[in-house]
């Protein structure tokens, strides 16, 4: 199945303790259904001390699922995706709310 979120889109956090935040997906996880968004979900991991890294406490982004996000279209507000098969035969995404195509 082709992918509805992709690395790169704006989208807004449905559920959780970030509702309402927006933020880019900087990686998509397809098999475990997650993504990670930048400045959304974080986290704080105690760090060990490495030969090539720093100890102590880090903020990271920890993975959200695909079904708590919702791309946000170009007036800002959120849209849910289709597809649509174009005469040359391309399969490009499209915005349900407003029928715009996302990337052609």
Do not use: C, W
């Not at 704006?10 to 303790?17: A, D, E, H, S, W």
């Not at 499209?94 to 990337?103: N, T």
């Amino acid at each position: 199945m082709a992918a509805k979120i992709r690395k790169g889109d704006k989208v807004i956090v449905l559920t959780g303790r970030d509702k309402g935040r927006t933020g880019e997906v900087f990686e998509v996880r397809p098999d475990a259904g997650t993504a990670l968004v930048r400045g959304i979900n974080l986290v704080k991991r105690h760090q060990k001390q490495t030969q090539n890294q720093e100890g102590g406490i880090i903020t990271k982004e920890a993975p959200i699922n695909l079904s708590n996000v919702a791309y946000v279209g170009k007036d800002g507000k959120p849209t849910r995706i289709g597809f649509k098969i174009q005469a040359d035969g391309k399969k490009v995404r499209v915005a349900k709310s407003s029928g715009v195509e996302i990337d052609g």
